[in-house]
């Protein structure tokens, strides 16, 4: 069974690149644009890390994260923002992990293998 990894970032150029890149053969990475879209891959699919951006088209990247919680609050959660995240992450509890904008790959890959383990 493949580690359904949702990732949720709005720059198109960013989703298609990270996903790209963070798909293994025993990864299924889930791409979307909006917290919408987010919310619809969450009833879809058994997600087992979420990757949100904080600031999304339609929302926020942390109501996302609340209700991914409230559905499994042992998900992991990776938040990104180029603001200071720990009030996010404290306030999303245990399983919650920054990430600062801009990260790089290896950062991003490091802290997905660190989940996945």
């Given amino acids: 069974m493949p580690f359904v990894i949702l990732y949720v970032e709005d720059d198109a150029y960013i989703r298609e690149s990270f996903a790209e890149l963070l798909a293994a053969a ?33 929302g926020s990247g942390v109501a996302v994260a609340r209700e991914a919680l409230r559905q499994n609050p042992s998900l992991p959660v990776i938040v990104c923002s180029g603001h200071d995240l720990r009030e ?8 919650a992990h920054p990430l600062s904008k801009p990260f790089d790959l290896d950062d991003l890959e490091a802290l997905v293998d660190r989940l996945a383990g």
């Fill in 88 to 95: 996010v992450v404290r306030s999303l509890g245990p399983t």
């Fill in 26 to 58: 025993d990864r299924r990475i889930v791409p979307v644009a909006d917290g919408a879209g987010a919310r619809a891959a969450l009833r879809e699919h058994p997600v087992n890390l979420l990757i949100t951006d904080i600031n999304l088209p339609d």
